[in-house]
């Protein structure tokens, strides 16, 4: 069920990359790889951003956390070659699309 979600997330990433002039990925295998490494930095890098971050958060009542969810993304877009953003607002934008994508495919996935 891992590798499934895995793939739905890549497949996201794609559907982003296609909508968004500002982000590009040169394939399917980018998008699995870009799709990885986004898991693992909401897995180990975001808690801290979170943790760190917490008090802007608690002021703007939770909307800082769309900063945060876009600086990671714009991490992923910067540390891979295949996976690239073209800027702060393209990474607000695509993680937000991305985030709405593939929680949109996932609930689909398990209600089959």
Do not use: D
């Not at 800027?87 to 495919?105: E, K, Q």
């Amino acid at each position: 069920m891992l590798i499934v979600l895995w793939m739905v997330n890549a497949v996201s990433l794609l559907i982003v990359g296609y909508l968004l002039p500002g982000i590009t990925l040169t394939g399917f295998w980018a998008a699995m790889l870009a799709a990885l490494v986004l898991g693992l930095l909401n897995a180990l890098i975001k808690p801290i951003l979170i943790l760190l971050t917490l008090p802007i958060t608690v002021v703007t009542m939770g909307l800082f956390l769309l900063v945060v969810n876009a600086l990671v993304f714009w991490l992923a877009g910067s540390i891979l070659k295949g996976f690239e953003v073209n800027g702060f607002w393209w990474a607000l934008i695509g993680a937000i699309v991305y985030s709405v994508l593939s929680t949109l495919f996932s609930s689909l996935l398990y209600q089959a």
